[in-house]
């Protein structure tokens, strides 16, 4: 990334949506896609003499993400005033916190599969842990749409809780800046807190990126790129930007602080204002809301703190004997995790589970594009297919069929299809038979397989399927011949 004489500095401001049945400071619910301004109320309207009221358990979902995120918690916290003019925030001025904020310090670990596929096998810093600066609660604003002559504002999301993850100033490249984001966001779905769905704005980023010559220590000129609202977007601007600035500094140019956007159709990051100093928000304690001491909380938090995916990978790793890798993909995702503990259920072999989930159930899932979550087939129907194999009634391919049937008849089982395909296994005595013929027929692979060559058997297994019309299981063929051959 960038020019090897250079050094790139990176940090992200997150924001994400909690997970609430209400808004932050008032009773109106929290949905997306409702017909504009119609979740509304005095309150989120920021209408003279509404008055907010806490929501407890936006402040329970924040204390349990930094307690997930190694973060401590201030004995007391409290809401502040931050004070600007912009239609989005009607009232001017957003309540959310300064200097007491509900975490501090924690940080995010970085995920192997996080990572670009493209950049797994070059991962520079394996197993960096980002430092966090802080994560504060505010309310979120409102929706402005710009349109070619005037801009609509929705305030249906204006309130919801808006939780704000401030890492420091500790990724290095657009690759870490992605793996960051996919291991927050795989952390935040684990937990329940929120959906973090990118594309319905439940998770945003703002990215501040700096770069100084090899030989500087002090950081070079910030640069602040604005509501980036997709992980592909974040790793294409901060290329360009990096790009960008390192030539500024090569031709003698001073970068000047300010903020910019990103275009996406166009492919280049472009200036929005210039940014000299910070600016003066104003900040003070909102008169309305009375400080929360937070030990309560915290020892309720504590006691109901779920498994998080480099924990359940480790978990996998030992009770299943899988492979990290295997673990790894499994992991990722809560709702395939719980799938595969499920599917293991009704086989006996867990490693054979997992790879017919990654290798089969997930191939096939990409192909139709739809993600595990809308799966029509249940977790316990692959597990018992799996069970089929391990018991030698069906061979690999004849599962593979019934696999593909299965998907597109989900209520089927996997027993009745195979009596429906014919798939039932030849009797002992009649593969007993067609073996006798395969050797008869070929005394060749035969003589090898007595003198040693397993291998050879392969071609006589081979010859057998096709004797019994695919209905004997293969690894016992291969078994009975070695036995008969080989005594």
Same mark, same amino acid.
């Given at each position: $990334?960038?020019?090897?004489?250079?050094? !790139?500095? @990176?940090?992200? #401001?997150? /924001? !994400?949506?909690?997970?609430?049945?209400?808004?932050?400071?008032?009773?109106?619910?929290?949905?997306?896609?409702?017909?504009?301004?119609?979740?509304?109320?005095?309150?989120?309207?920021?209408?003279?003499?509404?008055?907010?009221?806490?929501?407890?358990?936006?402040?329970? &979902?924040?204390?349990?993400?930094?307690?997930?995120?190694?973060?401590? *918690?201030?004995?007391? !916290?409290? =809401?502040?005033?931050?004070?600007?003019?912009?239609?989005? $925030?009607?009232?001017?001025?957003?309540?959310?916190?300064?200097?007491?904020?509900?975490?501090?310090?924690?940080?995010?670990?970085?995920?192997?599969?996080?990572?670009?596929?493209? /950049?797994?096998?070059?991962?520079?810093?394996?197993?960096?842990?980002?430092?966090?600066?802080?994560?504060?609660?505010?309310?979120?604003?409102?929706?402005?749409?710009?349109?070619?002559?005037?801009?609509?504002?929705?305030?249906?999301?204006?309130?919801?809780?808006?939780?704000?993850?401030? &890492?420091?100033?500790?990724?290095?490249?657009?690759?870490?800046?992605?793996?960051?984001?996919?291991?927050?966001?795989?952390?935040?779905?684990?937990?329940?807190?929120?959906?973090?769905?990118?594309?319905?704005?439940?998770?945003?980023?703002?990215?501040?990126?700096?770069?100084?010559?090899?030989?500087?220590?002090?950081?070079?000129?910030?640069?602040?790129?604005?509501?980036?609202?997709?992980?592909?977007?974040?790793?294409?601007?901060? /290329?360009?930007?990096?790009?960008?600035?390192?030539? #500024?500094?090569?031709?003698?140019?001073?970068?000047?602080?300010?903020? =910019?956007? =990103?275009?996406?159709?166009?492919?280049?990051?472009?200036?929005?204002?210039?940014?000299?100093?910070?600016? %003066?928000?104003?900040?003070?304690?909102?008169?309305?809301?009375?400080?929360?001491?937070?030990?309560?909380?915290?020892?309720?938090?504590?006691?109901?703190?779920?498994?998080?995916? /480099?924990?359940?990978?480790?978990?996998?790793?030992?009770?299943?004997?899988?492979?990290?890798?295997?673990?790894?993909?499994?992991?990722?995702?809560?709702?395939?995790?719980?799938?595969?503990?499920?599917?293991?259920?009704?086989?006996?072999?867990?490693?054979?589970?997992?790879? =017919?989930?990654?290798?089969?159930?997930?191939?096939?899932?990409?192909?139709?594009?739809?993600?595990?979550?809308?799966?029509?087939?249940?977790?316990?129907? @692959?597990?018992?297919?799996?069970?089929?194999?391990?018991?030698?009634?069906? &061979?690999?391919?004849?599962?593979?069929?019934?696999?593909?049937?299965?998907? %597109?008849?989900?209520?089927?089982?996997?027993?009745?299809?195979?009596? #429906?395909?014919?798939?039932?296994?030849?009797?002992?005595?009649?593969?007993?038979?067609?073996?006798?013929?395969?050797? &008869?027929?070929?005394?060749?692979?035969?003589?090898?397989?007595?003198?040693?060559?397993?291998?050879?058997?392969?071609?006589? *297994?081979?010859? !057998?399927?096709?004797?019994?019309?695919?209905?004997?299981?293969?690894?016992?063929?291969?078994?009975?011949?070695?036995?008969?051959?080989?005594?």
């Amino acid at each position: $990334m960038g020019n090897p004489n250079y050094i !790139v500095t @990176i940090g992200l #401001e997150v /924001h !994400v949506q909690l997970k609430t049945e209400s808004k932050m400071f008032c009773t109106c619910p929290v949905k997306f896609g409702e017909p504009p301004n119609t979740l509304t109320c005095p309150t989120c309207l920021g209408l003279p003499g509404a008055l907010p009221v806490l929501n407890g358990g936006a402040i329970e &979902s924040t204390v349990l993400t930094g307690q997930l995120l190694g973060c401590s *918690t201030p004995e007391i !916290v409290k =809401w502040d005033r931050k004070n600007y003019f912009y239609p989005d $925030m009607p009232k001017n001025y957003q309540i959310s916190q300064f200097d007491l904020p509900l975490c501090l310090g924690g940080g995010v670990p970085l995920y192997e599969l996080a990572y670009p596929k493209d /950049h797994q096998k070059n991962i520079e810093n394996p197993g960096k842990v980002v430092e966090l600066t802080r994560i504060h609660l505010e309310e979120d604003v409102a929706k402005s749409t710009h349109h070619s002559t005037y801009t609509t504002i929705d305030f249906n999301r204006a309130g919801t809780p808006l939780m704000e993850i401030v &890492s420091e100033p500790d990724i290095d490249s657009a690759e870490e800046a992605v793996a960051y984001l996919n291991s927050l966001r795989q952390i935040l779905v684990y937990s329940g807190v929120s959906d973090a769905d990118m594309e319905k704005g439940q998770m945003r980023c703002d990215v501040n990126i700096s770069v100084r010559p090899k030989d500087e220590e002090e950081l070079g000129t910030k640069i602040e790129l604005k509501n980036l609202n997709s992980v592909s977007a974040v790793r294409r601007s901060l /290329h360009y930007e990096v790009d960008r600035q390192v030539e #500024e500094l090569e031709a003698g140019n001073t970068i000047i602080q300010a903020t =910019w956007r =990103w275009n996406d159709e166009l492919g280049q990051t472009e200036i929005m204002r210039t940014k000299e100093d910070a600016h %003066d928000y104003r900040y003070f304690p909102d008169p309305d809301l009375l400080p929360v001491r937070t030990s309560e909380i915290l020892t309720k938090v504590r006691k109901n703190l779920p498994e998080l995916p /480099h924990q359940k990978v480790e978990r996998f790793e030992k009770d299943y004997q899988i492979t990290h890798y295997d673990a790894s993909v499994l992991a990722s995702e809560q709702v395939l995790a719980d799938f595969y503990e499920k599917a293991t259920q009704e086989a006996s072999s867990p490693k054979k589970v997992a790879n =017919w989930v990654i290798n089969n159930l997930l191939a096939e899932l990409n192909g139709r594009e739809i993600s595990i979550g809308e799966c029509p087939v249940e977790a316990d129907k @692959i597990g018992r297919l799996v069970g089929l194999i391990e018991s030698g009634q069906i &061979s690999n391919s004849q599962a593979k069929e019934v696999f593909a049937y299965l998907f %597109d008849n989900p209520d089927k089982d996997p027993v009745a299809i195979i009596k #429906e395909k014919g798939f039932e296994p030849a009797d002992s005595g009649a593969v007993e038979g067609f073996i006798d013929e395969a050797i &008869s027929a070929n005394p060749g692979p035969a003589a090898e397989v007595a003198e040693g060559n397993d291998k050879a058997a392969n071609f006589l *297994t081979g010859q !057998v399927m096709k004797l019994s019309r695919g209905k004997a299981n293969p690894k016992q063929v291969t078994e009975m011949i070695l036995s008969k051959l080989q005594p």
